[in-house]
């Protein structure tokens, strides 16, 4: 067993080693370099690493340079989970067989992908990996859109968003179906842990993530990541978007150990009412017109009825 | 060791699903990712009856799909180690997004393909369009006749495709039920001789060297992506074709069994003969013995080496021919078939070259009979007494209703 990487303050954690490098070509403003890093710098391990086809593979292995100071595969966009997942079963069996170059090593299965690359076309992969256990950690960089191919719905896309695929117009308000609950789903395999986490929470953040890397099995992890370019606002403005989205209670952060027990592990002082959090945001400002409304209304019974859910839930010990 | 070793007889009774799982246990792969499909389902059955029995130490993963399957053995083959599966038809199409990945990131899995069609209408039965599928995949691909070859021909796969100078996948294709499920004798290899032919896996660009961090499947757009394809596809036509006849060779020396690039029966005085894959090679050797017995100067082409195709050799083999026809198992979809192709472009500029006509044959598992091909070769010395091509170019062997011909 490795020991737990200890982190006293904000300061320490920005300056440990970058396995990640800023050298990237991830928008200004983009919340990804910054969820990756704190999922890295959680842990002084050795990694190998995934990116399904998206923005962050995209931006960080172009020929011939790359980004990443640790090993890292890219195989499609469905699969990476997969391919994390089939190293560790290499990583397995050389241990078995005493074959492993540095035996010493605790190494760190991560699979990074977008919300499309894991709510959609990448869901059954993911789902096989959790349900084999093995021992890798999935995270979604939760964007809510195909962003990397310029904005399309995907069914982490939620209500009301104009997106290029489900777009505003005199006769649509944009996305009509709600986000699908993915960490639900994902804990419903009864795996180890699944928690949602945001980089603006980083100590609650680190905290899953070493959790996750403590225990023996798939663990999933939901990250916000607000987009400046798909969610319409300001590069400068990635983390006021994030305090925003924990502290409406559009995002709420918890956990699920087991599958069985679910704990709320962030709970906001002031809640900020829905609105403000759609109204700092372009893909919703239709729903600002009074045709539209209606609807911001109904997003603030939705994410109370939720935050209700989760609430009985903690209470329930289920 | 931590595995048991098995005692085998000289000749196994095997069918070529069990030769190739055997040949997997001797070789002992590091990880099998899988996931089972008609009529290669026995490979990965024998094979987790080897692991259940402490005859595998290795990792046996089964996933939920053959997409799974191959993105698993690309994570282990970039981990660093020894990785195999086997798959056919639907499942094979399934992956063909994967093979390509596969090949692209120079990683050396071996896939078993027990050929079968490709729906609709779903058929379970032995052809050859799932190999016709994966042709262009980059995947260096070998053909088995009958289960001794789909035996031998995996310990060739993995000595060729982890070489250092190559580091490509290879599949070995054989016939579904016709080879997967018919048991014959097998020559065995002992378990030492059999894993000292393919030798320790040396990795390379291994994810798992944490001292060597590596990045595996980057993007290149038109500044590179071209230089890459055209690099891999020299790297199969010069270096590959060496590395298969030079592991034929020293494989000649271990068993006594020869394989060649090429497979010629009775070619050097021959006037007429069939190319083909697959089954019907041996059918088609037993038929031009006969076709000889009556004077009829008949041989056989095998195709041993689909990817990458053997131009030079087949050239060679082709030049003093009359006729020729190749046998394509697969429907061509609005072309004349693959070997057709293959073959008519390999000896086009030949000063001499035979006269080409296509038969497309045995779809969805129809046998191709001994009378069919006695009906061939008949043909094809028709052409030859005439000196023209006497029927339709390309025609369908053993269907029912109207002759059906285009060309």
């Known amino acids: 067993m490795s020991e737990m990487k200890k982190i006293k303050n904000l300061k320490e954690f920005s300056t440990s080693a970058d396995r990640f490098e800023g050298a990237n070509l991830l928008c200004p403003g983009c919340a990804h370099s910054i969820i990756v890093r704190e999922v890295l710098n959680a842990t002084n391990d050795d990694l190998v690493l995934s990116a399904s086809t998206g923005c962050l593979e995209v931006c960080t292995a172009v020929y011939p340079y790359t980004s990443w100071d640790a090993s890292w595969i890219h195989i499609g966009f469905e699969n990476g989970s997969t391919a994390v997942a089939g190293a560790e079963s290499m990583y397995k069996a050389l241990l078995k067989k005493g074959r492993l170059k540095q035996p010493e090593r605790n190494p760190k299965f991560v699979s990074f992908a977008g919300d499309g690359a894991s709510y959609d076309i990448g869901f059954q992969w993911i789902s096989g990996c959790m349900e084999r256990g093995h021992n890798i950690m999935h995270v979604v960089l939760d964007n809510e859109v195909y962003a990397n191919t310029g904005g399309q719905r ?165 | 060791m931590a595995f048991d070793k098995m005692e085998l007889r000289d000749i196994e009774v095997w069918d070529g699903n069990f030769a190739a799982a055997q040949a997997l246990r001797q070789c002992q792969v590091d990880v099998v990712a899988a996931y089972p499909i008609t009529p290669s389902t026995p490979i990965v059955e024998g094979y987790a009856k080897f692991q259940a029995n402490n005859y595998v130490e290795g990792e046996f993963v089964m996933v939920e799909s053959e997409h799974a399957a191959m993105s698993s053995c690309i994570g282990a083959a970039a981990a660093g180690g020894r990785v195999a599966t086997a798959t056919s038809s639907q499942g094979f199409a399934l992956m063909v997004e994967t093979l390509y990945q596969a090949s692209g990131m120079r990683l050396p899995i071996i896939l078993n393909v027990v050929n079968r069609a490709l729906a609709a209408p779903l058929n379970v039965n032995g052809d050859h369009s799932d190999m016709y599928l994966g042709r ?137 003969a069939v190319v083909c894959m697959g089954t019907s090679v041996e059918t088609a050797r037993e038929v031009a013995t006969e076709m000889r017995a009556k004077g009829i100067k008949a041989g056989v082409i095998g195709i041993r080496v689909i990817r990458p195709f053997p131009f030079m050799q087949m050239q060679e083999a082709l030049k003093g021919l009359k006729a020729i026809a190749t046998l394509d198992r697969s429907a061509p979809g609005g072309a004349a078939g693959m070997l057709f192709n293959e073959i008519a472009g390999s000896m086009y500029n030949l000063e001499t070259r035979p006269m080409i006509s296509g038969k497309i044959y045995g779809l969805g598992g129809r046998d191709l009979t001994k009378a069919h091909l006695v009906e061939l070769f008949t043909e094809l010395q028709a052409n030859v007494d005439a000196g023209k091509i006497t029927t339709p170019l390309q025609q369908f062997v053993g269907v029912r209703g109207p002759k059906l011909s285009f060309l």
């Open chain 1, 154 to 318: 995907s069914s982490s896309t939620p209500i009301g968003g104009s997106n290029t695929t489900t777009p505003a117009g005199t006769h649509s308000y944009g996305e009509k179906k709600n986000k699908k609950d993915m960490v639900s789903i994902m804990a419903s395999h009864h795996i180890p842990y699944a928690a949602q986490v945001a980089p603006n929470k980083w100590k609650d953040m680190v905290k899953k993530i070493q959790h996750g890397f403590s225990v023996d099995g798939p663990v999933f992890i939901n990250a916000v990541s607000p987009c400046t370019t798909e969610w319409k606002f300001d590069p400068k403005d990635t983390m006021m978007l994030t305090d925003l989205s924990t502290d409406s209670l559009v995002f709420p952060l918890y956990e699920i150990i087991e599958g069985r027990e679910l704990n709320i592990t962030y709970r906001p002082k002031n809640v900020v009412p829905v609105e403000e959090y759609l109204a700092a945001q372009g893909r919703f400002k239709h729903l600002f017109k009074d045709q539209y409304k209606y609807l911001i209304k109904e997003w603030q019974d939705r994410v109370d009825a939720n935050w209700a859910y989760l609430n009985r839930r903690e209470e329930a010990r289920v």
């Open chain 2, 136 to 272: 262009d995949s980059g995947w260096i691909q070998l053909d088995a006749y009958c289960p001794q070859d789909a035996y031998d021909l995996n310990f060739i796969a993995f000595k060729v495709a982890e070489d250092h100078g190559i580091r490509l996948p290879c599949m070995i294709h054989q016939d579904g039920f016709m080879t997967s499920h018919t048991a014959q004798g097998v020559a065995t290899l002992a378990d030492d001789a059999a894993y000292n032919f393919v030798g320790n896996f040396q990795p390379m660009n291994d994810m798992l060297d944490f001292e060597h961090p590596v990045t595996h499947g980057v993007q290149t757009e038109e500044d590179w992506h071209f230089e890459h394809k055209a690099r891999q596809h020299n790297d199969l036509m010069t270096k590959v074709i060496p590395k298969i006849q030079a592991a034929f060779d020293d494989f000649e020396k271990l068993s006594g069994r020869k394989y060649n690039l090429v497979e010629k029966y009775d070619i050097d005085d021959a006037d007429i």
